[in-house]
């Protein structure tokens, strides 16, 4: 049973919406961040980065203390206004490719440590540390957890009518996106929704592993203080087959060594490898991998998967072999790790990660540049595999999906 409650939000006053939302803070390039912050006095940007913030001597609790100030600034002029109640949020994105619609909702720490609510990443204590610093001396969270339920035929046909109705939000960003944002105010509604949900038994964190392990830590520590909001953070929950999940593809500085015919020769034994020449070749199935050296694609097919094993991870035999038999994890036990020494993928600075959705033409462009020496493309996972991991406890090695939709921070945001 998943436990959901509506919660007061903090929101744009609907004629600045669109001034005051924004991308996550790490997806903005350095010139993007310094012309936003330039010519929108608006952008929820002052908040998360007040000025004074490029200073390095600048200690993390000063930094979060300007955090806060700016927030009370934005609430004191009017950008900002409040919910009268309790209240659940409908909420669609539609990007050029595809639209994704959700609910906003406070989710359950009791169900998260009960492992009704779960995961499948591993965290950082550090991540997890300071964000629950964050949280702690800011008061807020402006950054949902983007949780899948099983897709839902009531849900769907309540979301169609929903829709009708006229949105308190329609607006464009400059991505070319469009965001609407509908209230679920009405006590029938409220009821209705939390029913559905005490009938679904488990859900699944597709993305914000750090955020619920932070707000986990956070509940640990100040429960004492009785503060019920802490008994919940916020979520954007969104039916499994509605998530699009790209793989990060992999680009390595150096060989560890070995010259291009031997590395070859290595990958062969394991490895069915096809010469791809100039085509942009990307994997099309579970067990296959791209790469780009020294100025050649080639196509890596794995030699050895278990052969019970479809794509479907749930069909895999035994809890050792969904692992196993996740691309990611073959990459890194078949090649990142025994041929190029790279143990951590985390923190070894050889190598970076490009997100699926990117081109691979750039990977084909950091290499030709000269930074990294080979890049490896890999296919995505899907819902069922990473589900499979979480019910059987198992943790994906890092940087192995990126998952959308991604919600715009200043959107809504949950007071603590």
């Not at 940007?45 to 009370?72: C, E, W």
């Not at 794509?311 to 072999?321: F, R, T």
């Not at 200043?410 to 603590?416: P, S, V």
Request: aromatic share 14%; proline share 5%.
């Amino acid at each position: 049973m998943s436990k959901i409650i509506p919660f007061k939000a903090i929101r744009p006053t609907p004629d600045k919406v669109g001034l005051v939302t924004c991308r996550n803070y790490d997806d903005y390039s350095s010139a993007e961040l310094a012309a936003w912050l330039s010519f929108n006095p608006y952008s929820f940007l002052h908040i998360i980065n007040p000025a004074y913030m490029h200073s390095q001597k600048i200690t993390l609790d000063k930094r979060f203390k300007g955090v806060t100030h700016k927030y009370q600034d934005f609430k004191d002029e009017g950008v900002f206004m409040e919910e009268d109640k309790p209240i659940f949020f409908l909420y669609e994105i539609q990007t050029k490719v595809q639209s994704f619609i959700g609910f906003v909702a406070g989710t359950s720490i009791e169900d998260y440590k009960n492992n009704v609510i779960k995961r499948h990443e591993d965290t950082l204590q550090y991540r997890v540390e300071y964000f629950k610093d964050y949280l702690h001396q800011t008061g807020f969270n402006t950054e949902p957890v983007l949780i899948t339920y099983p897709d839902n035929e009531t849900l769907n046909t309540w979301i169609s009518e929903k829709k009708k109705s006229q949105p308190i939000y329609n607006y464009s960003t400059t991505n070319k996106e469009n965001h609407q944002l509908w209230k679920i105010d009405t006590n029938e509604e409220i009821q209705w929704l939390q029913n559905q949900f005490e009938q679904i038994p488990e859900l699944y964190i597709a993305d914000g592993h750090h955020r619920s392990a932070s707000a986990e830590l956070l509940h640990d520590e100040d429960k004492h203080l009785g503060n019920q909001n802490l008994n919940y953070f916020m979520s954007f929950l969104i039916a499994e087959n509605n998530v699009k999940i790209y793989e990060y593809n992999r680009i390595i500085r150096d060989l560890n060594g070995f010259s291009k015919e031997d590395f070859l020769e290595k990958l062969a034994e394991n490895f069915i490898i096809k010469d791809k020449e100039q085509e942009l070749w990307k994997p099309q199935s579970k067990f296959e991998f791209g790469m780009y050296l020294d100025g050649n694609f080639y196509a890596l097919f794995y030699k050895q998967p278990n052969k019970s094993v479809t794509s479907s991870a749930v069909e895999m035999p035994n809890n050792k072999n969904i692992l196993e038999n996740l691309d990611a994890q073959i990459l890194y036990d078949k090649v990142l790790q025994p041929l190029l020494g790279i143990e951590d993928l985390r923190n070894d600075e050889r190598i970076e990660y490009i997100p699926g959705k990117q081109s691979i033409s750039i990977i084909k462009e950091l290499v030709d540049e000269g930074e990294f020496e080979v890049g490896f493309m890999l296919f995505p996972s899907d819902i069922i595999e990473i589900k499979a991991l979480a019910d059987n406890n198992l943790i994906m090695p890092p940087k192995s999906t990126y998952i959308e939709p991604k919600f715009r921070s200043g959107l809504i945001i949950y007071e603590l």
